[in-house]
Nanobody, 120 residues
Framework: QVQLVESGGGLVQPGGSLRLSCAAS????????MGWYRQAPGKEREQVAS???????NYVDSVKGRFTISRDNVMNTAYLQMNSLKPEDTAVYFC??????????????WGQGTQVTVSQ
């Protein structure tokens, strides 16, 4: 079994910064892609950023130049550094990881979600 635990959300003023973390634990042989989605009230969930096992990154256009995704393969942790935050970044942020277990099964696992609110 694999568990993902997120931390780092909160309330920040426009222009501020937050750093989200997502730590995986449990029965893990390897982790491939890691990433973050977000869902704002009344909107569909959108993928914000992803990072491959080799370190290649992708971002949705609206966060390019402001958000940076990174990973620590020793600690099985993903990070999302969010700078120059805007009110439209307000959402619940969910991390995910593509995990191979010691038994050879592979699946996508999700964090519990963390609220990010950007407001005066």
């Amino acid at each position: 079994q694999v568990q993902l635990v997120e931390s780092g959300g909160g309330l920040v003023q426009p222009g501020g910064s937050l750093r989200l973390s997502c730590a995986a634990s449990g029965s893990i042989r390897a982790i491939y892609d890691m990433g973050w989605y977000r869902q704002a009230p009344g909107k569909e969930r959108e993928q914000v950023a992803s990072i491959s096992g080799g370190g290649s990154t992708n971002y949705v256009d609206s966060v390019k130049g402001r958000f940076t995704i990174s990973r620590d393969n020793v600690m099985n942790t993903a990070y999302l550094q969010m700078n120059s935050l805007k009110p439209e970044d307000t959402a619940v942020y969910f991390c995910y990881m593509d995990v191979m277990t010691p038994w050879g099964t592979r699946g996508k696992y999700w964090g519990q979600g963390t609220q990010v609110t950007v407001s005066q």
